[in-house]
């Protein structure tokens, strides 16, 4: 089984940075893609940004500036760095890996989500 874990998520002031890491794990052969969703209350789930194995990037317009997301292909693992953090990006962040050839079919696996709040 392919599992996506998640860490990094937690409470800090509008202004403040958090990192957010998500490892891959299982008998994975090689990634396309991987990349951060994130779902506020109400809201529907929204790419934040993603990245490819080739390195490169896509990230939604409200973050642009402020996030930067890296991928270490070697350990399966993808970074969200958060900065200028504001309240509106509260929410549940979601680690996603598209393309994930397992030496069968391409899946997608999703994480369990962590939880990011800002507020003063």
């Known amino acids: 089984q392919v599992q996506l874990v998640e860490s990094g998520g937690g409470l800090v002031q509008p202004g403040g940075s958090l990192r957010l890491s998500c490892a891959a794990s299982g008998s994975i052969f090689s990634i396309n893609a991987m990349g951060w969703y994130r779902q506020a209350p109400g809201k529907q789930r929204e790419l934040v940004a993603a990245i490819t194995s080739g390195g490169m990037t896509n990230y939604a317009d409200s973050v642009k500036g402020r996030f930067t997301i890296s991928r270490d292909n070697a350990k399966n693992t993808v970074y969200l760095q958060m900065n200028s953090l504001k309240p509106e990006d509260t929410a549940v962040y979601y680690c996603?890996?598209?393309?994930?050839?397992?030496?069968?079919?391409?899946?997608?696996?999703w994480g369990q989500g962590t939880q990011v709040t800002v507020s003063s």
């Open positions: 996603n890996a598209g393309g994930v050839y397992t030496g069968y079919r391409l899946n997608d696996y």
